[in-house]
């Protein structure tokens, strides 16, 4: 590995986590090149600034699995990827915390919102089919999430405390009201 790729590496390293966790607007690049170790010039040199190394940490997203199921898994599938407990080490810079943390961030929120258009929401849309399916998979999202978020970040009871199994059950329940999907 050459020092350039090295070095390009770190400040990935360094932003995602910052990124990530904090939000793109209270992170400078200075705290992202002491946390990486590295000159703050080559945040210009390498990605063009700041927002080119945050566009970086997003080209980094893999796809979302669900939406590589068998059209009868689908639903299976994407609940099993939300039912997760909260784990403080991985849930420290996965997707959903850096969601949380930047959609709401005033220069990269708009960035944020067509990123979930369009890795979640349209990608969604088309396996669902049928009518209404803008609306049916922006229902699914919001159970998935909805949940995510009571569970991981406000710790509910009654949700942080089920198995991934039993929760996955309850998500199965709400996505086939969300898709309208009668047994």
Do not use: C
Not at 61 to 78: F, N, S, V, Y
């Amino acid at each position: 590995m050459s020092k350039s790729n090295s070095t390009k590496e770190k400040l990935v390293a360094a932003a995602r986590e910052l990124f990530w966790t904090r939000g793109y607007s209270n992170v400078s690049v200075r705290d992202i090149t002491g946390k990486a170790g590295v000159d703050a010039a080559l945040v210009s040199r390498y990605f063009g600034g700041k927002q080119g190394l945050f566009k970086t940490t997003l080209a980094e997203i893999p796809p979302w699995d669900a939406l590589t199921a068998e059209p009868d898994e689908l639903l299976a599938k994407a609940a099993e990827s939300f039912a997760h407990p909260f784990d403080p080490e991985a849930d420290a810079t996965n997707v959903f915390t850096m969601l949380l943390a930047n959609v709401i961030d005033p220069e990269m929120g708009g960035m944020i919102r067509e990123l979930v258009q369009a890795k979640l929401a349209d990608p969604l849309t088309k396996r669902i089919g049928g009518p209404d399916t803008h609306e049916r998979a922006a229902l699914l999202l919001a159970v998935l999430f909805g949940v995510a978020l009571m569970r991981k970040n406000f710790r509910l009871e009654g949700l942080a405390d089920k198995s991934p199994e039993q929760l996955q059950a309850d998500i199965i329940r709400l996505g086939r009201i969300a898709l309208e999907i009668r047994d």
